[in-house]
């Protein structure tokens, strides 16, 4: 059985952009309406660290299940964190950085602090430097600041696949 690295996080951050991202190769749908991970997706995965050695985990997207109402995270994130709990050694979670904190980013936040979980904060959609700028503001969630990403241009993918790889 290979160690679980969960992705999580609020509908239409990039959770399943990322895993495809990681992989390196479609996995997971990506689509514009928030909601749309049926199943929960996963792969098993290489990671290389730093020093050239590899590992391999098993990556989750944990997309819920069912279409998700817009308006009502609260049961979706508790879901996920359920899961991500159940299951990972590792938790990725993703905010947005084009729309910024959000109250279910914070209500994420509490549920992973709580539980203990280790977990990575990632910043998607940092598609260039001048989003950097943004990354601050996410410190607020007390999980550090977050590492910028952007699984569109493929920004930081390697560093955070090396991440992966040293926890
Ligand atoms: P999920 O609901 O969290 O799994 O999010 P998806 O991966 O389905 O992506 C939701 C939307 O965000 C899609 O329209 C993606 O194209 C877009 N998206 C995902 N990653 C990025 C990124 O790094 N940069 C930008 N600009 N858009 C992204
Ligand atoms: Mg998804």
């Given at each position: ?79 996920q964190i359920e899961q991500a709990m159940a ?72 560093e955070l696949d090396a991440l992966i790889a040293?926890?």
């Amino acid at each position: 059985v290979l160690p679980t690295v969960a992705i999580v996080g609020r509908p239409n951050v990039g959770k399943s952009s990322l895993l495809n991202a990681l992989a390196r190769r479609t996995i997971s749908i990506v689509e514009d309406m928030p909601g749309v991970t049926r199943d929960r997706i996963s792969t098993p995965l290489r990671v290389t660290d730093t020093a050239g050695v590899d590992r391999y985990i098993e990556l989750v997207d944990t997309g819920g299940y069912g279409f998700i109402d817009s308006d009502d995270l609260t049961e979706h994130i508790k879901q996920q964190i359920e899961q991500a709990m159940a299951l990972a050694q590792l938790v990725l979670f993703v905010v947005d950085c084009d729309a910024g904190l959000t109250a279910g980013d914070t209500e994420i936040a509490t549920l992973l602090r709580s539980k203990g979980i280790k977990t990575v904060l990632l910043a998607n959609k940092a598609d260039s430097v001048k989003s950097d700028v943004s990354l601050g503001d996410f410190a607020r969630l007390g999980l550090g600041t977050p590492l910028g990403i952007s699984a569109t241009n493929k920004r930081n993918i390697d560093e955070l696949d090396a991440l992966i790889a040293r926890n």
